[in-house]
């Protein structure tokens, strides 16, 4: 009897989950393309009032933030497919996210005439480029590890078929 009722819950649990995968998936489309149409209008805009330095900027801005949508619909393929996640692309988003604040803010912060002290501040400039190299080096141990566990899951493989060969 408790059996079947925790066989039950977690075919529950199963069906709940895909929904949510479901939902998510949807909801990066739709994300994706309501991110789309602002990188669209914003050149269009910067067209029509002739500001083409600051359209390029805030379409540069938007591209970032596609990318890290396609990281996660890439991810969520996978893991449909698979039923597995890997955290590296976490770890790809800090990534994108941080090289956008790397390259976006300075450019902005010219375009908006604010003053050279509030341009070079060195200490925000330099955590963040220290953040990128802290996620930098995780990024590479952790994919370094993810193709040392495939390479092993192969020669582990290899050697079972050697032993079962005649």
Request: hydrophobic share 55%; no cysteine; aromatic share 10%.
């Amino acid at each position: 009897m408790i059996a079947s009722f925790e066989d039950r819950l977690l075919s529950a649990l199963r069906a709940f989950n895909h929904i949510l995968h479901a939902f998510l998936a949807v909801a990066l489309v739709l994300a994706s393309m309501m991110v789309l149409w602002e990188f669209a209008m914003a050149v269009v805009h910067s067209f029509e009032i002739n500001n083409l330095a600051h359209g390029f900027l805030q379409a540069l801005g938007t591209l970032f933030i596609v990318w890290t949508l396609s990281s996660l619909i890439s991810a969520e393929i996978n893991y449909v497919q698979t039923g597995v996640f890997h955290v590296v692309v976490f770890i790809e988003v800090a990534m994108i996210t941080l090289l956008r604040q790397l390259i976006v803010e300075p450019v902005r912060t010219v375009t908006a005439g604010q003053s050279i002290e509030q341009v070079t501040n060195t200490w925000h400039y330099g955590l963040l480029l220290a953040s990128l190299l802290v996620i930098g080096i995780l990024h590479k141990l952790v994919t370094s590890s993810e193709k040392k566990g495939v390479d092993q899951d192969s020669f582990t493989m290899s050697d079972k078929k050697k032993r079962t060969l005649p």
